[in-house]
DNA sequence: CGCCTAATTGAATTCCCTCAAGATTCGTGG
DNA sequence: CCACGAATCTTGAGGGAATTCAATTAGGCG
């Protein structure tokens, strides 16, 4: 599945996503942006449902997340899968891999994905030079671990309502940031029970409940948010924990 | 509460443990784990139940644990506390906030804690020279984060017996690790509760269950581990999600 | 047009929660 | 060293939210 190899590679216009990504991280050095984009040694598209990396594979490179969504998931043993995470344009999909030389978990694309391959040596060499980006990098991993931790708080203290509200404001901000269509939430109840932990089952019945509330729209196969607000109220909604903190903390008057 | 300046400062003998984990993490240069132990600028001791860390509060330091237990939490909307993940002496209290410049969870100690300090601004340019210092601190983010989805996993998928058996475990290894006493596992019914999600009155009859099967000491107050591979086998515990990996990939003949 | 995936519905069950009251232990000060 | 209050642990009963199992319907795509 190798791409033909194009004078301007596709995903040159896409990289814009990545610069923006790591301006969000800190990173505001062009020079440093421009130096890391050139690692990008090449790119591979996977469709809907595949796997971009499998579970257990060792990891000569790291990849980035060029369009789609992806999610990193785990197999249960009861035969269930555990989504972890969910990955919008500009995510890594295995930092975890790339720090820890070890792939726990494997990755997938939720939609179908373009994706882009960095080698792991020249990264590595790359980080030892600029500090600054391997700082971004870091604080990227830290906001993984705070949309993870923001899930736990409400699985285990939420109704299901409010959890399944909260995933889909969670992705329609996403979208929204990473300018895609919010007219449909690309993601099945399937999905959405194995990131949420409840069953399909369930999820179905509070979907129904959300499109009864007027919150989704009724009659639509697929997921399509009516009420943005009203989603957001359920939800009790706060994207903070999205984002890399630009509030008060990060300038005070010292 | 100032320590009184001791020419042979009190976590002297502690700071091995910070080279240790340090080691873990893959710092091996001798004078890098020396440099970075000399930021610690000085200790402080807390009471069990008091905060390390309040929340919100604008970090100008870092803090590390030197001995005892803490946990990172947060006070969920309905009054109940929700235990994000547990401190084992040489990890830092507050990476997130380091990072992200922002506290959004609190920190309190288990058990009486001694922790150190460092100055932000001095471990910025610390780490600006020493980026292999960054990338093993990185490294622990990672972990931590690993550990959280463990409990996700284990959370959603599978019965409470289990989950605190996991739990249980989890403190069992890292108890030994840091070369405390696994007489008694230091924890409350009350933390096992917030930290599982659990209401304490089922961690409760879980415990009572686990003393049933033998797992636990019987006619103790506080938790005892009588069995611990039967402990090991309730939980289907496998601690590799607690380590760096030093596996096959760790040393690929390149 | 037919297959496969996704969505939907119903019924019975189970695990865990809440509420509420007691028993036990710990820590602290007298 | 003992006593008292506070925190922790224990026990019972009843209810509810989400699960499992099983079957059916609807859509998407070749």
Redesign the interface.
């Known amino acids: 599945m190798e791409m033909a190899p194009l004078r301007e590679p596709m995903w040159a216009g896409v990289a814009t996503i990545l610069v923006m990504k790591l301006r969000e991280l800190g990173v505001d050095d062009d020079k440093e942006l421009r130096a890391f984009l050139s690692l990008i040694k090449g790119s591979r598209t996977v469709r809907r449902g595949e796997d971009i990396l499998k579970f257990g594979s060792?990891?000569?490179t790291l990849t980035v997340l060029l369009s789609g969504i992806a999610c990193r998931y785990?197999m249960?043993?009861?035969g269930?899968r555990?989504i972890?995470a969910f990955q919008y344009p500009g995510d890594a999909c295995d930092?975890?891999s790339y720090?820890?030389?070890?792939?726990?978990?494997a990755v997938a694309a939720v939609t179908d994905c373009l994706v882009g391959i960095l080698d792991r040596d020249d990264l590595e060499s790359f980080?030892?030079e600029h500090?600054?980006v391997?700082?971004a990098?870091?604080?990227a991993?830290?906001?993984?671990?705070?949309i993870?931790?923001e899930?736990?708080?409400h699985?285990?203290?939420h109704s299901a309502l409010e959890r399944i509200a909260s995933l889909l404001c969670e992705h329609l901000v996403r979208l929204t940031r990473s300018d895609m269509s919010t007219e449909v939430i690309p993601l099945t109840q399937i999905d959405l029970a194995d990131a949420?932990?409840l069953s399909v089952v369930h999820v179905n019945r509070t979907i129904q409940e959300l499109r009864e509330l007027g919150a989704l729209a009724k009659n639509i196969h697929g997921i399509k948010v009516e009420n943005r607000e009203m989603l957001m109220q359920i939800a009790?909604f706060d994207a903070t924990?999205l984002d890399?903190?630009k509030?008060?903390?990060?300038d005070?008057p010292l």
């Open positions: 060792l990891p000569k785990r249960m043993d009861n269930r555990q972890f930092y975890h720090v820890l030389s070890r792939q726990d978990d980080l030892q500090p600054r391997g700082l990098l870091w604080r991993t830290v906001l993984e671990a705070r993870l931790l899930w736990v708080s699985s285990t203290q949420s932990g009790k924990y890399v903190g509030t008060a903390a990060a005070p």
